[in-house]
Antibody
Framework: QVQVVESGGGVVQPGKSLRLSCAAS????????MHWVRQAPDKGLEWVAV????????YYADSVKGRFTISRDYSKNTLYLQMNSLRDEDTAVYYC????????????????WGQGTLVTVSS | DIQMTQSPSTLSAFVGDRVTITCRAS??????LAWYQQKPGKAPKLLIY???TLESGVPSRFSGSGSETEFTLTISSLQPDDFATYYC??????????FGGGTKVEIK
C-alpha cells in the first residue's frame, strides 16, 4: 500500500538549518509530484513546496522562498526539504504528501499524507 | 493572494444531523476546490476534489458543491466517525495553494 514516512524533525535554534526526509513506498515514486505541507501548533494547514515528478520544476510558498529547498532522490525513493535560516514561525508539523495525479499536469491537491514530523525552532 | 474563509469555525451537531460547511474565496477559483478531514494528531484525509468529486473510499454521505467563490461541504447524516476538523483548499495555480482556516465539528 502507498506509504510516505517523514523523518528529521527536532528542536533547532533560530537561524540554523535542518533537513527533513520523506521515504515513499507502495507506488512508482518517479511518476508523481510531491509536496510539503506544514501545520503550526493548533493552527491550520499551509502549503510549503512542490517538486515535479521529474524534478525539473519546483515551486515554493512566499513564506519560505529563498530559505527552503525541495529535492528528491529516485534511487532512494525519498523526498527532502532542506530548511535554512529557520525562524520561530517555521515551528510546525511538516507533512509530506503525494499529488493526486501522475505525470506533469499536477492535481495540486493531495491524496496520501505521512504522519508528519515536528520541527521546533526555539532558542 | 487568494484568501479562503471557512464558516463556521466551530459547529456543534448531533449524530444524524445534516451538516453544511461553507468556504468562500476572495476571488474566483473556478472549480479548483478540495476538502479534507483531519482528526487530532493525524494527517489530513482527502474527501472531495474539483468541488464535487468524491475521493475513492469516501462515504457517499459527504458531498461538495459550489462555484467561483462560494463552496459547501455537506454531510447528509453525521456519524460518530465524522467528528473532526474540515479544511477547504483551493488549487488554481502555484504558488498559491491556500487552505481555509478550518471548521471543527463537535458532538452536541
Amino acid at each position: 500500500q502507498v506509504q510516505v514516512v517523514e523523518s528529521g524533525g527536532g528542536v533547532v535554534q533560530p537561524g540554523k538549518s535542518l533537513r527533513l526526509s520523506c521515504a515513499a513506498s507502495g507506488f512508482t515514486f518517479s511518476r508523481y509530484a510531491m509536496h510539503w505541507v506544514r501545520q503550526a501548533p493548533d493552527k491550520g494547514l499551509e502549503w510549503v513546496a512542490v517538486i515535479s515528478y521529474d524534478g525539473s520544476t519546483k515551486y515554493y510558498a512566499d513564506s519560505v522562498k529563498g530559505r527552503f529547498t525541495i529535492s528528491r532522490d529516485y534511487s532512494k525513493n525519498t523526498l527532502y526539504l532542506q530548511m535554512n535560516s529557520l525562524r520561530d514561525e517555521d515551528t510546525a508539523v511538516y507533512y509530506c504528501a503525494r499529488d493526486r495525479r501522475m505525470g506533469g499536469q499536477t492535481a495540486k491537491h493531495f491524496d496520501y499524507w505521512g504522519q508528519g514530523t515536528l520541527v521546533t525552532v526555539s532558542s | 493572494d487568494i484568501q479562503m474563509t471557512q464558516s463556521p469555525s466551530t459547529l456543534s451537531a448531533f449524530v444524524g444531523d445534516r451538516v453544511t460547511i461553507t468556504c468562500r474565496a476572495s476571488q474566483s477559483v473556478t472549480g479548483w476546490l478540495a476538502w479534507y478531514q483531519q482528526k487530532p494528531g493525524k494527517a489530513p484525509k482527502l474527501l472531495i476534489y474539483d468541488t464535487s468529486t468524491l475521493e475513492s473510499g469516501v462515504p457517499s454521505r459527504f458531498s461538495g458543491s459550489g462555484s467561483e467563490t462560494e463552496f459547501t461541504l455537506t454531510i447528509s447524516s453525521l456519524q460518530p466517525d465524522d467528528f473532526a476538523t474540515y479544511y477547504c483548499q483551493h488549487y488554481n495555480t502555484y504558488p498559491s495553494l491556500t487552505f481555509g482556516g478550518g471548521t471543527k465539528v463537535e458532538i452536541k
